[in-house]
């Protein structure tokens, strides 16, 4: 039985109480996986004979007993395979075991230090709970994968030279973002260690959001973005981005947007164009950082 159907069991049934349960996904599951009750007027009605082999099911299945054991907490798949035929049963997703990370030089986790090959590479993935200290003094969240492989490349300020990147991931299936941003807001209090943490991403108003939501101290991008300029052609980016515009104009309303983010936000909205970080990158613009706490004035 999955996490989900085992807690709405213990949620809404009372052992040894015969009883009904209103008509939804969660009974149908009971009725066709496990023949749990009998559907009457939009009802599942059970009796006790129903639940207790229902218990006995779970137990056989899962090792655990309906009413008296909380569902256990999921383990990746080699833990769980030492113990159980189906490797997958209630294991994580390994998606969500690994973060992407990548440096200049080298990445310096747990008091060991791996240095980069010369080969262009995205970077290591590396299993979350297994990092248990960072060596480096700045964690940066990056917006788009390919950036990952030209960190080299970038026009950075010197005291970024041997920062820790993290991919923040994407919609793909093996690059979660939930488990990126988790590990990104999450880590100060994990590590327990002073690192200072940041966000680069796109210079439009989606970027500034992600830079405002992930939990960085501070924001890297464009200097003198106005000056910047582009290879022609037509760019449309700036005008899909309504709902994040919305946003920041709103935020900017309130008083609630950092005079980083309002300043970067108003040369947006002049020039109608976004500069992306593969721009950054290919052009050499110049970066630094900016603080993300310093608040316009209501």
Known sequence: MKAGLYKFFQRNVKVGQAGKLRCNASTKQLLNEYNFGVVSAGYLHFTTQHIDQLIQTVLDENGIHLFRDKFPSKKNRIETSLSNPNEKDNSCAIRDEYVLLNSRYSININQLQTPIQGARSLGTYVAIEEIKSIEHRQLILVENLSIMAYLADLNLPSELDNALWLYRGDVNH??????AYDFFRTCKQKIKQKIKLICFS???PQGIVIALTCGADLWLTVIDAQSKTLPGGAENDFYKQNNARTTLE???????????????????CAMKKTIKQEHMVSHQFELDCFSLNSLEPS
Do not use: I, Q, W, Y
């Open 250 to 268: 709103k935020k900017r309303s309130a008083g609630e947007l950092p005079k980083s983010c309002s300043r970067a936000f108003s040369t947006m």
């Open 174 to 179: 093996e690059n979660s973002t939930a488990v």
């Open 202 to 204: 796109d210079f439009d």
